[in-house]
């Protein structure tokens, strides 16, 4: 049986709303965070790669420490302007990235933060 509108819309609210709650309800406010305050210190890890040369070419730059800002520096990827401090989004050649910070807390309370992210990916090309 094919789902409604409204069934799409209750699905996605279980699946992207709940978890980040249930995150929240059981963490607390950490002393420290082994994240960065900027997503665009994270690593190009979570750039797309099509064929067996860009994922070479990726993987030895996250192997080496590189980050979305050295990679933008670089022109590798477009910056497109933020919509929220917790939020950023990219192009690379015909895919549009967006990756959000959903939530920080000390889930296991050790004391350090944890951060839920979530990432989409889009293809920008006209069929």
């Known amino acids: 049986m094919p789902m409604t509108t409204y069934d799409i819309t209750m699905d996605s609210w279980f699946t992207g709303s709940v ?3 249930v995150f929240l309800r059981d963490s607390m406010a950490s002393e420290g ?3 960065f305050d900027d997503l665009m210190d994270l690593s190009v890890d979570v750039i797309p790669w099509t064929g067996s040369e860009e994922r070479i070419q990726i993987e030895g730059d996250t192997a080496s420490g590189l980050t979305l800002r050295d990679y933008a520096e670089k022109n590798l990827i477009r910056i497109i302007p933020r919509e929220s401090p917790h939020e950023i ?3 690379k050649g015909s895919q549009e990235v967006v990756v959000k910070e959903l939530a920080r807390g000390d889930h296991d309370h050790d004391g350090v933060d944890y951060v839920g992210i979530n990432w989409n990916q ?4 006209r069929s």
């Open 89 to 91: 989004s990219f192009q």
């Open 33 to 35: 965070s082994l994240m």
């Open 19 to 21: 978890p980040v709650l």
């Open 122 to 125: 889009k293809s920008l090309a």
